[in-house]
């Protein structure tokens, strides 16, 4: 059959041509916001005496019934109708007639494609929120019961200071907080309708566009036809959220691949989201983060093939910005099932609080309470109360002890002005819990945070 645009064509286009303009393999996946985009185009058609009522009647029922063809898998996709636009439209006038024709009144390929990509892009805003929220939900789960499991807190990679294990998971969920509002400012910047401004300077036809925005449920109409045609900055953000979401998904797999090994033994994968090696039968590996963290790379690939896309395009519609989408879909479908299988990880580990706890024996973890200790009760300014901490932590290597073991004649040994009382300082429990500040890590302030994050997702988009 010919080509929708075939009337000012004398041949053909060859199956090359066919393989290599068509998007439809890909683009196939947004049918149903073209569906529904045509419904809403139609109505407001209607409405506005463009087309009779009868005639949106019939394209509505049309599209309905292409919409059950396609998820039933009856349609037959042909690649030479080039999109999901086209093969619609074709479908559409086979089925209710030169009506079907109408259709495309007052709209181009340029605004549909740029609702369709639009709407589906919100969509996914959403649905990534939604996946978000549940994996808070697991951090906080965790965190409630882990608020006094002592761990070493690190920098460098080095013990630094005792923490608990609820705190450390709130560090995640807090990431993933500011993440769910990423999606969400995202959203709202861009529930604007491109649609209506048809090939890329609006339209003679006397259409409505508020009324097109109000079915589908936009908050309002895009400003410029030229900029709105030419607009893919919403794909270019979820590319940049889903980036930085799996940055953070990879940071925290790094740290669950670390605590499986022996050298660490924090956790321990379940084995349904573990596998084994093919020579090595002992082995367990930890399969499931290091995919999550490798997958960082094709959604930073995806984020900067579409800057590279756009880069130095001029305005409006160019043919480049059919690739706009294959990296959305690949993103936005890795981001799905990572937070998936990413919840299920954890919410199925089990935590071995006593190797935790064991790992905290070395490293000093309470050496700063001690210069702190030196600081507050002993009047010495911060800096010598450093340096004699220094001292007690090589006394402490000299002994073979951790300075959280030194007894108060040891201590003394160190500097005479430290006092019984010292002791109680280098306690870890009580090191950790004296760090009771504002989003520190003890056990009062980490109850606290969990309070509020809690709170915070329970009201979060209700
Ligand atoms: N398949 C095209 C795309 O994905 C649709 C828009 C085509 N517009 C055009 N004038 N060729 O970008």
Known sequence: MSKLWSGRFSKGATKLLDEFNASLSFDKKLYHEDIKGSIAHA????????????????????????????????????????????????????IVGDVGKKLHTAR?????????????VLGSNLEIIDKLKVLIETLIDIAKENTNTLMPGMTHLQHAQPINFGFHMLAYANMFKRDILRFEDSYKRNNILPLGCAALAGTPHHIDREKTAKLLGFDAVSANCLDTVSDRDFALEILFNIATTMMHVSRFSEELILWSS??????????????GSSIMPQKKNPDVPELLRGKTGRVNGNLISLLTVLKGLPLAYNKDMQEDKEGVFDSVETIFISLEILNEAIKTMSINQNNMMQACATGHLSATDLADYLVAHCNIPFREAHFITGHAVSYAETLGKDISTLTIEELKKVDERIEEDAVKFLDLRHSMNARNSQGGTSEASTKEQIKELEAWVKSFGA
């Open 108 to 120: 181009s390929r340029n605004d549909q494609v740029a609702l369709d990509f639009r709407m589906f």
């Open 262 to 275: 022996y050298e660490f033994k924090f956790i321990t994968l379940s084995d349904e989201y573990s596998t």
């Open 43 to 94: 109505t407001m058609l209607g409405a506005q005496g463009i087309l009779e009522k009868s005639e949106v009647l019939k394209i509505t029922e049309g599209l309905k019934q292409i919409e059950t063809e396609i998820e039933s898998g009856a349609f037959v996709f042909d690649i030479s109708d080039e999109d999901i636009h086209m093969a619609i439209e074709t479908r559409l006038i086979a």
